[in-house]
């Protein structure tokens, strides 16, 4: 495989150059493939539990208010792997890191399958979340593989995987739970990382650190590279404020479709394939990132999420199955306009600082996790308030203002 140049940082913080892992033509399709199956199997470990709840809760004799904390304490666990642990990939070989956390997540996976009662299921739920964050190891790695001309669209590429993973995770664990048994879903999840660890165990080259910093001062770096670097302070609020419409309408749609259209969280879940439809186009905000510059696609994305959540909040005003089909419209467009502000924002990113990718990730990741739980939070509360109207609102006025961050320098 072909090798290019990077950087890496010497132990006083000076950058040099060092051999980097493979890029251009080393880049093979099915490596990107790969990167884009691990990406999108691992960060669907975190969504399987949120359908199957209920039924988990019934079986192992837990309460409503206890398997509530099971998706809590999974995301509390990506936010601080996301944290504590992605910045090791600047640190240490990536691929190691990788297939390492591969293997924790399918112990932890299978942890979950054989939990005996609530509480070894919590602890099993944020082990779940920590080591998924491996999908925050594999994004930085195919940047790092990548040609420069061509990040934006491999970029894109493992992120449609990632958006995939997130999207499509509760309607299969849906199907499993009701056909099979909760239990069942794990394992198959468990079964499957264990493939895609063993397949990046033959095919993921090695990555050289691109730093010499202790623990410490590698978490230290992070709010130096926050002070230091204007574009990452404007990817991440921007990211973060679409992530904020973005949960509140994913967080509170299977309420309001019940409360509205007394539908269940089967209906709910099948808008999640509207959303993988405006995720599978991700791949072409790549492309026009790669020709025309990321900066256009942050704001084309911002602009796109901000007309379908103002579109929805006139939805009442038309017939109720017109509503739905503009729900379904809606839900395209918005995914669409997120997800390719958020490939734009990580070829941003990424091209500031080659040797610190790991660290840019985790800071541009922490700026959407806080977007994701504002939203969420703001979301319920309004819908409980004021009605589904001010969720869409509050959607609305969160990427007007993403919009704003993007056309102000």
Sequence with gaps: MNSIPSMHTTNDGRSAPSAAAPAGPGLSRPLVFLLAAGAGLSVASLYYSQPMLAVLGADIGASTREAGWVPTLTQLGYALGILLLAPLGDRFD????????????????????????????????????????????????????????????????????????????????????????????????????AVIGAAAWRGLPSFKPTTQLAYGALLGSLGKLWQQHAGLRRAALAQGLLS?????????????????????????????????????????????????????????GAGLA???????????????????????????????????????????????????????????????FIGMATGAALGSLLLAQWGWAAVMLLATAASLAALGVRMWR
């Design 94 to 193: 990536r691929r190691r890191i990788i297939l390492g956390k591969a293997a924790l997540l399918v112990m932890a996976l299978l942890l979950a399958a054989v939990a005996p009662s609530i509480h070894v299921l919590l602890v099993a739920s944020l082990a779940i979340g920590m080591t998924a964050t491996m999908a925050q190891d594999i994004v930085p790695a195919a940047a790092t593989l990548a040609p420069e001309a061509h990040r934006g669209k491999v970029v894109g590429t493992v992120m449609t995987g990632l958006l995939l993973g997130i999207l499509l995770s509760r309607v299969v664990s849906g199907f499993v739970a009701e056909h099979f048994n909760w239990r069942t879903m794990f394992i198959a999840a468990a079964a499957s990382v």
């Design 244 to 300: 904020v419409g973005f949960s509140a309408f994913w967080s509170t749609l299977a309420v309001m479709l019940h409360s509205e259209f007394q539908l269940g969280s089967t209906a709910a879940g099948a808008f999640g394939l509207a959303g993988a439809a405006g995720a599978l186009a991700a791949p072409l905000a790549g492309r026009l990132a790669d020709k025309r510059g990321p900066e256009l696609v942050t704001r084309l």
């Design 306 to 368: 901000m007309v379908s959540f103002a579109a929805l909040v006139l939805a009442q005003l038309v017939p109720p199955q017109a509503q739905l089909v503009l729900l379904v419209v809606c839900a395209v467009g918005f995914d669409l306009g997120v997800q390719a502000a958020l490939i734009a924002h990580q070829t941003i990113v990424y091209g500031i600082e080659p040797a610190a990718r790991s660290r840019l990730n985790a800071v541009l990741m922490v700026g959407m």
